[in-house]
Protein backbone atom coordinates (compact mmCIF):
# COMPACT_ATOMS: atom_id res chain seq x y z
CA UNK A 1 0.00 0.00 0.00
CA UNK A 2 1.68 3.01 -0.99
CA UNK A 3 0.11 6.42 0.77
CA UNK A 4 1.29 10.43 0.57
CA UNK A 5 1.69 12.96 3.37
CA UNK A 6 2.13 16.27 3.55
CA UNK A 7 4.75 18.17 6.06
CA UNK A 8 7.42 20.32 6.91
CA UNK A 9 10.96 19.19 7.12
CA UNK A 10 12.05 20.04 10.48
CA UNK A 11 15.22 18.52 11.11
CA UNK A 12 18.48 16.91 8.55
CA UNK A 13 21.07 15.02 9.16
CA UNK A 14 23.31 12.81 7.58
CA UNK A 15 20.68 12.29 4.71
CA UNK A 16 17.84 11.44 7.04
CA UNK A 17 15.33 13.97 7.58
CA UNK A 18 12.42 14.75 10.17
CA UNK A 19 9.03 15.56 8.77
CA UNK A 20 6.35 17.24 11.00
CA UNK A 21 2.94 16.22 9.23
CA UNK A 22 1.07 19.02 8.87
CA UNK A 23 -1.75 19.39 11.19
CA UNK A 24 -0.46 16.85 13.73
CA UNK A 25 2.15 16.27 16.30
CA UNK A 26 3.48 13.32 14.16
CA UNK A 27 7.28 13.05 12.87
CA UNK A 28 8.65 10.65 10.12
CA UNK A 29 11.78 9.80 9.76
CA UNK A 30 12.82 9.53 5.78
CA UNK A 31 15.10 10.26 3.17
CA UNK A 32 15.14 12.17 -0.22
CA UNK A 33 14.88 10.58 -3.59
CA UNK A 34 17.97 11.01 -5.18
CA UNK A 35 17.70 14.26 -7.64
CA UNK A 36 16.35 16.05 -3.94
CA UNK A 37 20.05 15.11 -2.56
CA UNK A 38 21.94 17.03 -4.88
CA UNK A 39 23.42 20.25 -4.80
CA UNK A 40 20.25 22.94 -6.26
CA UNK A 41 17.33 20.58 -5.42
CA UNK A 42 19.00 19.89 -2.24
CA UNK A 43 15.81 19.26 0.82
CA UNK A 44 16.32 22.00 3.10
CA UNK A 45 14.94 22.41 6.83
CA UNK A 46 11.76 24.68 6.32
CA UNK A 47 10.43 22.54 3.42
CA UNK A 48 7.19 21.80 2.95
CA UNK A 49 7.05 18.48 1.16
CA UNK A 50 5.58 15.36 0.00
CA UNK A 51 6.42 11.93 1.84
CA UNK A 52 5.38 9.21 -0.28
CA UNK A 53 5.18 5.81 2.16
CA UNK A 54 5.62 2.36 1.30
CA UNK A 55 4.18 0.29 4.01
CA UNK A 56 5.16 -2.82 2.59
CA UNK A 57 8.92 -2.02 2.41
CA UNK A 58 11.47 -1.21 5.48
CA UNK A 59 13.24 2.61 4.59
CA UNK A 60 9.74 3.10 2.84
CA UNK A 61 9.23 6.53 3.31
CA UNK A 62 11.09 8.94 1.13
CA UNK A 63 10.59 12.97 0.52
CA UNK A 64 9.32 12.80 -3.18
CA UNK A 65 8.35 16.53 -3.67
CA UNK A 66 9.52 19.90 -2.32
CA UNK A 67 6.76 21.95 -2.54
CA UNK A 68 7.06 25.47 -3.76
CA UNK A 69 9.81 27.87 -2.12
CA UNK A 70 9.18 31.31 -1.17
CA UNK A 71 12.66 31.75 -0.60
CA UNK A 72 16.24 29.89 0.86
CA UNK A 73 19.25 30.54 1.89
CA UNK A 74 22.50 28.72 1.74
CA UNK A 75 24.18 30.18 5.27
CA UNK A 76 21.71 29.19 7.72
CA UNK A 77 20.42 26.50 4.91
CA UNK A 78 17.09 27.29 5.99
CA UNK A 79 13.96 27.20 3.45
CA UNK A 80 10.53 29.39 3.50
CA UNK A 81 11.96 31.69 6.34
CA UNK A 82 9.52 35.01 7.35
CA UNK A 83 11.94 36.37 9.93
CA UNK A 84 15.63 36.13 10.27
CA UNK A 85 16.71 37.55 13.59
CA UNK A 86 20.52 38.64 13.00
CA UNK A 87 21.85 38.11 16.51
CA UNK A 88 25.24 39.98 17.66
CA UNK A 89 27.04 40.41 20.79
CA UNK A 90 27.93 44.20 22.33
CA UNK A 91 31.07 42.02 23.22
CA UNK A 92 32.81 38.85 23.40
CA UNK A 93 33.33 37.90 20.21
CA UNK A 94 32.97 41.64 19.22
CA UNK A 95 31.09 41.97 16.77
CA UNK A 96 31.41 42.58 13.09
CA UNK A 97 28.73 45.41 11.68
CA UNK A 98 30.19 44.44 7.93
CA UNK A 99 28.77 40.90 8.17
CA UNK A 100 25.51 41.94 10.68
CA UNK A 101 24.92 43.91 7.64
CA UNK A 102 25.49 41.60 4.65
CA UNK A 103 22.83 39.78 6.46
CA UNK A 104 20.19 42.38 6.86
CA UNK A 105 20.68 42.78 2.80
CA UNK A 106 20.81 39.13 1.87
CA UNK A 107 16.66 39.22 4.28
CA UNK A 108 15.86 42.18 2.32
CA UNK A 109 16.94 40.63 -0.57
CA UNK A 110 15.07 37.09 -0.22
CA UNK A 111 11.80 39.38 1.28
CA UNK A 112 12.37 37.97 4.74
CA UNK A 113 11.94 40.38 7.39
CA UNK A 114 15.32 41.21 9.16
CA UNK A 115 15.58 41.69 13.29
CA UNK A 116 18.24 42.72 14.97
CA UNK A 117 18.82 41.07 18.22
CA UNK A 118 21.80 42.62 20.21
CA UNK A 119 22.75 40.19 23.12
CA UNK A 120 25.10 40.57 26.26
CA UNK A 121 24.11 43.90 27.46
CA UNK A 122 25.16 42.86 30.88
CA UNK A 123 28.91 43.95 29.37
CA UNK A 124 28.56 46.68 28.58
CA UNK A 125 24.90 48.37 28.49
CA UNK A 126 25.61 51.82 27.07
CA UNK A 127 27.57 49.69 23.45
CA UNK A 128 24.73 47.31 23.04
CA UNK A 129 22.51 50.16 22.83
CA UNK A 130 24.24 52.59 20.62
CA UNK A 131 24.13 48.91 18.42
CA UNK A 132 20.84 48.64 18.09
CA UNK A 133 20.24 52.47 17.63
CA UNK A 134 21.75 51.66 14.30
CA UNK A 135 19.22 49.63 13.16
CA UNK A 136 16.46 51.46 14.49
CA UNK A 137 17.39 54.32 12.94
CA UNK A 138 17.28 52.41 9.62
CA UNK A 139 13.30 50.76 10.93
CA UNK A 140 14.72 47.55 11.63
CA UNK A 141 13.60 46.46 14.61
CA UNK A 142 15.96 45.60 17.14
CA UNK A 143 16.26 44.24 20.94
CA UNK A 144 19.19 44.66 23.21
CA UNK A 145 18.95 41.58 25.33
CA UNK A 146 21.18 39.83 28.21
CA UNK A 147 20.71 36.34 28.85
CA UNK A 148 22.60 36.73 32.06
CA UNK A 149 20.68 39.23 33.53
CA UNK A 150 17.20 38.72 32.23
CA UNK A 151 17.61 41.91 29.81
CA UNK A 152 15.02 42.31 26.89
CA UNK A 153 13.57 38.63 26.65
CA UNK A 154 9.87 39.67 27.78
CA UNK A 155 9.66 42.28 24.67
CA UNK A 156 11.77 39.82 22.36
CA UNK A 157 9.27 36.89 23.30
CA UNK A 158 5.87 39.06 22.65
CA UNK A 159 7.40 39.98 19.40
CA UNK A 160 7.66 36.62 18.02
CA UNK A 161 4.10 35.55 19.77
CA UNK A 162 2.98 37.82 18.05
CA UNK A 163 4.39 37.61 14.66
CA UNK A 164 5.85 34.34 14.46
CA UNK A 165 2.57 32.35 14.06
CA UNK A 166 0.23 30.89 11.47
CA UNK A 167 2.91 28.74 10.00
CA UNK A 168 5.63 31.15 9.69
CA UNK A 169 9.30 30.40 10.20
CA UNK A 170 12.11 32.90 11.93
CA UNK A 171 15.59 31.81 12.59
CA UNK A 172 18.28 32.80 14.47
CA UNK A 173 21.43 33.38 12.98
CA UNK A 174 24.84 34.79 13.54
CA UNK A 175 28.28 34.03 14.47
CA UNK A 176 29.28 31.17 16.93
CA UNK A 177 29.10 32.54 20.63
CA UNK A 178 26.83 35.13 20.57
CA UNK A 179 24.54 33.59 22.58
CA UNK A 180 21.86 32.53 20.00
CA UNK A 181 21.33 29.32 21.99
CA UNK A 182 21.06 30.99 25.17
CA UNK A 183 18.67 33.68 23.90
CA UNK A 184 16.07 31.24 22.29
CA UNK A 185 16.65 28.88 26.13
CA UNK A 186 15.40 32.29 27.54
CA UNK A 187 12.44 32.36 26.19
CA UNK A 188 11.28 29.06 25.55
CA UNK A 189 13.57 27.44 28.33
CA UNK A 190 10.71 23.51 26.97
CA UNK A 191 13.92 23.59 24.24
CA UNK A 192 16.66 23.03 26.84
CA UNK A 193 19.33 23.48 23.71
CA UNK A 194 22.75 23.10 24.54
CA UNK A 195 25.31 26.16 24.86
CA UNK A 196 28.78 26.41 25.06
CA UNK A 197 31.83 28.25 26.08
CA UNK A 198 33.20 31.40 24.46
CA UNK A 199 37.15 30.98 24.01
CA UNK A 200 39.40 32.92 26.32
CA UNK A 201 42.07 33.02 23.93
CA UNK A 202 40.45 34.11 20.95
CA UNK A 203 37.59 35.24 22.23
CA UNK A 204 34.91 33.04 19.67
CA UNK A 205 32.45 30.71 20.02
CA UNK A 206 33.19 26.70 19.55
CA UNK A 207 30.55 26.08 17.15
CA UNK A 208 28.40 24.48 19.56
CA UNK A 209 25.37 24.11 17.68
CA UNK A 210 26.05 21.82 14.89
CA UNK A 211 22.82 21.83 12.78
CA UNK A 212 19.81 23.63 12.07
CA UNK A 213 16.68 22.67 13.71
CA UNK A 214 13.16 24.02 13.17
CA UNK A 215 11.11 24.08 16.35
CA UNK A 216 7.26 24.46 16.57
CA UNK A 217 6.11 27.02 19.18
CA UNK A 218 3.26 25.18 20.14
CA UNK A 219 1.36 22.35 20.07
CA UNK A 220 -1.24 23.88 17.91
CA UNK A 221 -2.08 23.47 14.76
CA UNK A 222 -0.90 26.47 12.35
CA UNK A 223 1.54 27.49 14.78
CA UNK A 224 4.53 28.83 14.24
CA UNK A 225 8.61 27.58 13.86
CA UNK A 226 11.69 29.02 15.30
CA UNK A 227 14.80 27.64 14.02
CA UNK A 228 18.45 27.49 16.24
CA UNK A 229 21.14 27.33 13.55
CA UNK A 230 24.96 26.93 13.68
CA UNK A 231 26.95 30.56 14.06
CA UNK A 232 29.45 31.41 10.97
CA UNK A 233 32.64 31.34 11.34
CA UNK A 234 34.28 33.78 9.06
CA UNK A 235 35.04 31.79 6.61
CA UNK A 236 31.67 30.86 5.68
CA UNK A 237 31.33 34.34 4.44
CA UNK A 238 33.14 33.18 1.40
CA UNK A 239 30.56 31.11 0.45
CA UNK A 240 27.39 33.14 1.38
CA UNK A 241 24.45 33.80 -0.72
CA UNK A 242 24.66 36.70 -2.76
CA UNK A 243 23.23 38.54 -5.16
CA UNK A 244 23.99 40.84 -8.19
CA UNK A 245 25.97 44.06 -7.86
CA UNK A 246 22.94 45.94 -9.37
CA UNK A 247 20.23 44.40 -6.61
CA UNK A 248 22.26 46.13 -3.67
CA UNK A 249 21.17 49.44 -3.32
CA UNK A 250 17.83 47.89 -2.81
CA UNK A 251 18.82 45.65 -0.26
CA UNK A 252 19.96 48.53 1.74
CA UNK A 253 16.55 50.28 2.70
CA UNK A 254 17.74 53.30 3.64
CA UNK A 255 19.35 54.01 0.16
CA UNK A 256 15.72 53.68 -1.57
CA UNK A 257 14.73 57.19 -0.54
CA UNK A 258 18.10 58.90 -2.10
CA UNK A 259 17.44 57.20 -5.40
CA UNK A 260 17.30 59.88 -8.05
CA UNK A 261 19.13 62.85 -5.96
CA UNK A 262 22.90 62.45 -6.86
CA UNK A 263 24.67 64.87 -9.36
CA UNK A 264 24.84 61.80 -11.78
CA UNK A 265 21.94 59.13 -12.49
CA UNK A 266 24.14 56.18 -12.09
CA UNK A 267 25.87 57.04 -8.76
CA UNK A 268 26.53 54.07 -7.13
CA UNK A 269 27.52 55.96 -3.45
CA UNK A 270 30.97 54.94 -3.79
CA UNK A 271 33.31 57.14 -2.48
CA UNK A 272 31.62 60.24 -3.80
CA UNK A 273 31.75 64.24 -2.46
CA UNK A 274 29.04 65.37 -0.83
CA UNK A 275 28.50 67.62 -3.27
CA UNK A 276 27.99 65.04 -6.50
CA UNK A 277 25.97 62.44 -4.04
CA UNK A 278 23.33 62.66 -2.23
CA UNK A 279 23.90 59.79 0.21
CA UNK A 280 27.43 60.65 1.16
CA UNK A 281 25.60 63.93 2.04
CA UNK A 282 23.07 62.25 3.91
CA UNK A 283 25.81 60.49 5.68
CA UNK A 284 27.65 63.50 6.62
CA UNK A 285 24.47 65.27 8.06
CA UNK A 286 23.85 61.55 10.26
CA UNK A 287 20.37 60.76 8.00
CA UNK A 288 22.66 57.53 7.62
CA UNK A 289 24.34 55.73 9.74
CA UNK A 290 28.41 55.59 9.47
CA UNK A 291 28.36 51.98 9.59
CA UNK A 292 25.70 51.10 7.33
CA UNK A 293 27.34 53.05 4.69
CA UNK A 294 30.53 51.60 5.14
CA UNK A 295 29.84 48.33 5.22
CA UNK A 296 27.69 49.02 1.43
CA UNK A 297 30.82 50.61 0.33
CA UNK A 298 32.61 47.08 1.46
CA UNK A 299 29.86 44.62 0.05
CA UNK A 300 29.87 46.94 -3.40
CA UNK A 301 33.52 46.44 -3.69
CA UNK A 302 33.18 42.81 -3.46
CA UNK A 303 30.36 42.56 -5.76
CA UNK A 304 32.14 44.54 -8.29
CA UNK A 305 34.77 42.47 -7.83
CA UNK A 306 32.95 39.22 -8.32
CA UNK A 307 31.29 41.10 -11.87
CA UNK A 308 34.26 41.59 -13.42
CA UNK A 309 35.26 37.64 -13.39
CA UNK A 310 31.90 36.07 -13.67
N1 LIG B 1 27.66 37.64 29.74
C1 LIG B 1 26.78 36.99 28.98
N2 LIG B 1 27.10 35.80 28.44
C2 LIG B 1 26.20 35.19 27.65
C3 LIG B 1 24.92 35.75 27.37
N3 LIG B 1 24.26 34.93 26.52
C4 LIG B 1 25.09 33.89 26.31
N4 LIG B 1 26.24 34.04 26.98
C5 LIG B 1 27.38 33.08 26.97
O1 LIG B 1 27.93 33.01 25.68
C6 LIG B 1 28.41 31.68 25.42
C7 LIG B 1 27.90 31.17 24.09
O2 LIG B 1 26.49 31.01 24.15
P1 LIG B 1 25.70 30.07 23.11
O3 LIG B 1 24.25 30.30 23.37
O4 LIG B 1 26.18 28.69 23.13
O5 LIG B 1 26.13 30.75 21.72
P2 LIG B 1 25.63 30.36 20.26
O6 LIG B 1 25.44 31.65 19.53
O7 LIG B 1 24.47 29.45 20.31
O8 LIG B 1 26.92 29.63 19.67
P3 LIG B 1 27.01 28.46 18.52
O9 LIG B 1 26.03 27.40 18.84
O10 LIG B 1 28.42 28.00 18.57
O11 LIG B 1 26.71 29.15 17.23
C8 LIG B 1 27.97 30.86 26.64
O12 LIG B 1 29.08 30.73 27.50
C9 LIG B 1 26.90 31.69 27.26
O13 LIG B 1 26.79 31.47 28.64
C10 LIG B 1 24.60 37.01 27.97
O14 LIG B 1 23.53 37.58 27.80
N5 LIG B 1 25.56 37.58 28.76
MG1 LIG C 1 24.14 27.55 19.60
ZN1 LIG D 1 25.16 58.75 -4.80
Redesign the pocket.
Known sequence: MISEKYGKVVKGLGGLFEVKLHNSDERIVCRAKGVLRRDEERVLVGDDVRVTVDAETPDGRVISEILERKNSLIRPPLANLDYLFI?F?AK?PAPVLETVDKLVAISVHNGIEPVVVV?????DAALAESYADIYKKIKVTSFV?????G?GADELRAYINENVKDGKTAA?A?????????????LFPELA??????SRKIER??????HVELFPLSGEENCGFIA?????SLIDFERFDFFELDDLAYSFPELRSYRGSCRYADCAHVGESADDCAVARASELGEIPESRLASYRAIYKVLKEKKKYD
Not at 174 to 186: H, I, P, R, W
Not at 193 to 198: F, Q, R
Open positions: VARTKSDMTSSLVVFGASGVGKSTVMNTLATGEIGRHTTRDTPGF
